[in-house]
């Protein structure tokens, strides 16, 4: 065949209509070809896309979307009075109601190593208003548990209540809660401490925030703590674990390639430890470690593990 279409194209020129028929018969075959070729090619790439978007719908039916959290927010600030007092958490809850109906309540659970604070101490805020809520224990059934589980990871106390969000169709709601803690009784003595969410909902954004206020800054910094180290010999910085409490590691990897990690605010002082994840996954647990560490006049670039791995600058590191 191929020896017959050499042929037929070097006699081109030739006038015979047998000839000339065959050279059409021969363009219209590769004219086919091309077009077969390309119909292929675009069926494999269309084929690629459509089970991309078939994984992206069977992920969004699996996916409850009744309710979105547009913002979670944990911020504990730490001043010279903690050990005695304990540190001041503050809780926020942007949620968003994407269903025809009212949604009521919302359920804040907190787990606890050391005995929570009572109820009188909770703050409760709707909105934007500044004058807390006058709320009873009834009012958000709130609720102490005690655990007696010997895993170290699970907490002794867990505090449950139930916020009256009264979210009406369509309507999107902020809650704060503010409360004392001694939950961070390990960081205030130097030693590895934590702070977590669970992600349980479709969460737009995520964000924990530690800040030293009312002069601890000047005697303290906030740093990762530098042991114990975990099984690689590594510090101990960010944590993603599933429900059974085993480590996601591709999850984690992630984010440090991303450098989706810990930010430190001040550098001669690190006053503030600030972390952000949007769209955490949903059934996840991210747990940001953390401790205080006695300053050492001046504080060098070597005492702040910041610098271990090597996150860009920005205005509050350049100083």
């Known amino acids: ?69 547009l913002r979670v927010e944990k911020i504990v600030k730490i001043g010279p009075d903690a050990k005695a007092n304990g540190c001041n958490i ?38 934007n208003e500044k004058k807390p809520k006058n709320y009873s224990e009834n009012d958000v059934n709130f609720e102490v548990m005690e655990s007696s589980s010997r895993d170290p990871d699970v907490l002794k106390y867990r505090v449950e209540y139930k916020f009256p969000v009264q979210a009406k169709p369509h309507e999107t709601k902020t809650m704060k809660v503010e409360q004392p803690t001694y939950s961070f009784s390990d960081a205030l003595n130097g030693k590895m401490d ?34 114990p180290k975990d099984n690689d010999g590594a510090i101990y910085d960010i944590e993603i674990r599933d429900y059974s409490r085993q480590r996601m590691w591709n999850s984690e990897a992630n984010l440090k390639n991303e450098k989706i990690m810990p930010t430190f605010s001040g550098f001669s002082s690190c006053f503030k430890m600030s972390w952000v994840v949007y769209h955490p996954k949903i059934g996840y647990k991210y747990r940001m470690y953390f401790t205080l560490k006695k300053k050492v006049e001046p504080v060098t670039e070597k005492q702040i593990t910041l610098s271990r791995y090597n996150l860009p600058p920005n205005l509050d590191t350049l100083s």
């Not at 018969?25 to 790439?45: D, H």
């Not at 977590?196 to 925030?209: G, L, Q």
């Open 90 to 127: 503050t809780e926020i809850r942007e949620i968003q109601n994407n269903m025809p109906h009212d949604y009521n309540r919302y359920l804040f659970a907190r787990k606890m190593s050391q005995t929570p604070p009572p109820f009188e101490k909770f703050k409760f805020y709707l909105d």
């Open 194 to 227: 934590w702070i977590e969410f669970d992600v349980n909902a479709i969460t737009e954004k995520m964000k924990f925030e530690i800040e030293l206020v009312d002069g601890m800054e000047d005697d303290y910094y906030l740093d990762y703590p530098s042991s």
């Open 1 to 69: 065949m191929f020896s017959v279409i050499t042929v037929n194209f070097a006699q081109i020129g030739s006038t015979d209509p047998t000839q000339q028929e065959n050279i059409l018969l021969i363009r219209a075959l590769y004219g086919s070809a091309v077009l077969i070729i390309a119909a292929i090619a675009l069926l494999v790439l269309f084929a690629k896309d459509f089970v991309k978007d078939l994984d992206r719908l069977l992920l969004h039916e699996c996916v409850p979307r009744d309710t979105t959290i």
